[in-house]
């Protein structure tokens, strides 16, 4: 099993910044890949970023591209995104997600039937 918590959402002004984190613990962090999804309010969960357990290969939805960035810290067991240039179109609940499968093509990391944990959240609004 693994437990994972986001943290660092919250209201901000668009073309602001925030940086959201998601702490694991429970298994080996460094053997998952990391994903962010988000799900705004009447739309369907959509993906974000995700990496790679070693963090050698990253991905991103077109939407976010050039503004988001998603890191690790194996050291620390936390995955982080940080967004830049926020828009009003940004403001979903975000949530991290794990696998313990390695996949060879971005489209895999972008489904979310193939992270076996989930955090519960963190709520980001950006008011324009």
């Known amino acids: 099993q693994v437990q994972l918590v986001e943290s660092g959402g919250g209201l901000v002004q668009a073309g602001g910044s925030l940086r959201l984190s998601c702490a694991a613990s429970g298994r080996t962090f460094s053997n998952y890949a990391m994903g962010w999804f988000r799900q705004a309010p009447g739309k369907e969960r959509e993906f974000v970023a995700a990496?790679?357990?070693?963090?050698?290969?990253?991905y991103y939805a077109d939407s976010v591209k050039g503004r988001f960035t998603i890191s690790r810290d194996n050291a620390k067991n936390t995955v982080y995104l940080q967004m830049n240039s926020l828009k009003a179109e940004d403001t979903a609940d975000y949530y991290c997600?794990?696998?313990?499968?390695?996949?060879?093509?971005?489209?895999?990391?972008?489904?979310?039937?193939?992270?076996?944990?989930w955090g519960q959240g963190t709520q980001v609004t950006v008011s324009s």
């Open positions: 990496i790679h357990w070693s963090g050698g290969s990253t």
């Open positions: 997600a794990a696998t313990r499968n390695t996949y060879y093509s971005r489209y895999e990391y972008t489904r979310g039937a193939r992270y076996e944990y």
